[in-house]
C-alpha cells in the first residue's frame, strides 16, 4: 500500500484533466477484486493493477475466484490490466506460462 503514490496518481489525473474517468483505491489486491466482483452491475469496466512483484502470483488467483462468468450475466467481465516483472530473457511464451 501506497499512499504518497495513490496522491501523485490523483494529482496526475487531475493535471491530465482525467480525473472524472477514473477512481484511485489504495487497497490490498486482492482484497480489491473481492471487493468489485460483490455487485456485477455496479462493478468497473477496467481495472488497472500496478504490483509488478507479486501481481501474478496474488492478485491473479483472486481474479479467478472473484470474477464468475456466470454472476457476470448481464455484462462483459471487466478488462483487468495485471503489470508483472519479467527478466530480459524471458520470452512471450515465459510469460504466458507464468500466468497461465
Known sequence: LNPVATDYLKKNAMI???EHNLKVYNMDGGDF??????????GPDHIVMNHPSAAV???LPAVIQAFSPQQW???????????MFAR????EK???DRIE
Open 16 to 18: 491530465n484533466r482525467v
Open 33 to 42: 477484486i473481492r471487493w468489485c466482483a460483490q455487485d456485477p452491475l455496479a
Open 57 to 59: 502470483e496474488s492478485i
Open 73 to 83: 450475466t448481464h455484462r462483459p467481465l471487466p478488462m483487468i490490466h495485471v503489470y
Open 88 to 91: 530480459s530473457d524471458y520470452t
Open 94 to 96: 515465459d510469460i504466458f
